[in-house]
Nanobody, 119 residues
């Protein structure tokens, strides 16, 4: 069993910042990567950022230069998403995930946290 607990999110004005946290527990040995997806109303869920077990990071073009994904020091099971220069188009439910392969064939999701950016 795998459990993901998210925190952070909320309401912020355009140009502001928020930080999301996610801690994974349970049978998480040998996972491939963790990170964040988001889903806006009427849109498909999309990958925002990820960090591999080796520490390699990947970002969606829409957030490059504004968002930073990182891991807790000495704790690969905890990831953060620092979101700066937030824009109304960043408004979505953000889901933490953990996966055991690059194709995401085995993946677990957090409960999701709402991020709302007002203009």
């Amino acid at each position: 069993q795998v459990h993901l607990v998210e925190s952070g999110g909320g309401l912020v004005q355009a140009g502001g910042s928020l930080r999301l946290s996610c801690a994974a527990s349970g049978n998480i040995f040998n996972f491939n990567d963790m990170g964040w997806y988001r889903q806006a109303p009427g849109k498909q869920r999309e990958l925002v950022a990820s960090v591999s077990s080796r520490g390699n990071t990947n970002y969606a073009d829409a957030v490059k230069g504004r968002f930073t994904v990182s891991r807790r020091d000495n704790a690969k099971n905890t990831v953060y998403l620092q979101m700066n220069s937030l824009q109304p188009e960043d408004t979505a439910i953000y889901y933490c995930y953990i996966s055991w392969d690059p194709l995401k064939n085995r993946i677990y999701w957090g409960q999701g946290t709402q991020v709302t950016v007002s203009s």
